[in-house]
Nanobody
Framework: QVQLVESGGGLVQAGGSLRLSCAAS????????WGWYRQAPGKQRELVAT???????NYVDSVKGRFTISRDNVKNTVYLQMNSLKPEDTAVYYC?????????WGQGTQVTVSS
């Protein structure tokens, strides 16, 4: 059974940086797409970034140039490097992995950016 475990969230001042990690358990897990979503209080969940098995990446416009998604196949881990953080980036961030039509989700990690 695959489990995704996020870490790296926390409280940071505006302009600061955080790196989120998402580690997948299981002996062999190679999803088609890794993704990071976020959900702010009172708002819908938003797709932030994706990393496809081809190596292509995509970002929501609001984070382009500030966030970077990357993957470590050896560690079965995906990262989200977040720079120049803004208060509007405050949310619970969720890691996802899609494989054979099934989406795995992590438990979420809180990111709070103070002004």
């Amino acid at each position: 059974q695959v489990q995704l475990v996020e870490s790296g969230g926390g409280l940071v001042q505006a302009g600061g940086s955080l790196r989120l990690s998402c580690a997948a358990s299981g002996t062999f897990f190679s999803p088609n797409v890794w993704g990071w979503y976020r959900q702010a209080p009172g708002k819908q969940r938003e797709l932030v970034a994706t990393f496809a098995s081809s190596g292509s990446t995509n970002y929501v416009d609001s984070v382009k140039g500030r966030f970077t998604i990357s993957r470590d196949n050896v560690k079965n881990t995906v990262y989200l490097q977040m720079n120049s953080l803004k208060p509007e980036d405050t949310a619970v961030y969720y890691c996802t992995a899609s494989l054979l039509g099934y989406d795995y989700w992590g438990q979420g990690t809180q990111v709070t950016v103070s002004s």
